[in-house]
């Protein structure tokens, strides 16, 4: 009982460890963006395309550095969350919505030649920046807060979770119902609700598989084994 607890307790500690490569990514993609050497090239767009039709939105989990600088400031709310005993009831469902809302204007906005995101001048500058400041607050209270609710490029890449060929499943028998997956999903997921992740939230961060106690409870592939086939 002891070595199995101590096992179980080892193989939690190496999963662990998983979403350290994801942050050293992070970190070095962050700068690599305050020292502008990443623009919108045609070939990163087009990288980003293909990694998403097979494994889902990973420039939002592992590469955006305004991904990134949200789970800081998020870090920091669940912090003061435990630190003040408080904890603050998540977004409404509705705020997911609105994001959709943005990703249509824009693009109809981009289809009129109506202007180009990011223009504006030193009053979209400005804007920008308060802009920039109150998304920030507002991660501080909801992790991700502007990738839920408002980020037009994270709503067009989410549209990748329903025809990407690892998505993340969960296996119904392996599952102890902790509820672990659900309560560290930044973006909201309720993964523990359904054996197949299509949600359109979903990051392909994989902090899920990091948490999860049970040996393969939570796996990346096309099919599990009970339907048949495994790549
Ligand atoms: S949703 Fe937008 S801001 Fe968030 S990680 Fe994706 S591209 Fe970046
Ligand atoms: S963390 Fe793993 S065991 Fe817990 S509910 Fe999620 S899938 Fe099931
Ligand atoms: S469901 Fe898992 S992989 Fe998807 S966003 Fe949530 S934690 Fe990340």
């Excluded at 800081?72 to 435990?82: A, D, F, I, N, P």
């Excluded at 998540?90 to 997911?96: I, R, S």
């Excluded at 067009?156 to 392996?174: A, H, S």
């Amino acid at each position: 009982m002891q070595i199995s607890r101590t096992l179980k307790n080892i193989r939690y500690k190496k999963k662990a460890l998983l979403p350290a490569p994801r942050t050293m990514l992070q970190v070095i993609v962050l700068f690599l963006w305050i020292l502008g050497v990443i623009d919108e090239s045609p070939l990163l767009l087009a990288a980003v395309a293909i990694i998403s039709f097979f494994l889902g939105p990973v420039f939002c989990g592992w590469l955006c550095p305004i991904g990134f600088l949200q789970d800081l400031v998020g870090k920091l709310g669940r912090t003061l969350q435990k630190a003040f005993k408080r904890s603050i009831p998540d977004l409404p469902a509705w705020t997911k919505t609105i994001r959709y809302i943005v990703l249509a204007a824009v693009t109809l906005f981009m289809a009129l030649g109506l202007g180009h995101w990011g223009e504006g001048g030193s009053h979209g500058l400005l804007f920008m920046k308060i802009g920039f400041i109150i998304i920030a607050a507002a991660g501080v209270l909801w992790p991700r807060f502007f990738c839920r609710t408002l980020c037009p490029i994270g709503a067009g890449l989410g549209l990748f979770n329903l025809i990407k060929i690892f998505p993340v499943k969960r296996q119904e028998k392996l599952c102890r119902r902790c509820g672990f997956c659900d309560s560290c999903c930044p973006m909201g997921v309720p993964l523990s609700a359904k054996p197949n992740n299509r949600n359109l939230a979903c990051i392909s961060c994989y902090r899920c598989l990091s948490v999860c106690p049970a040996k393969d409870a939570l796996i990346v592939k096309t099919k599990t084994r009970s339907e048949g086939r495994i790549l």
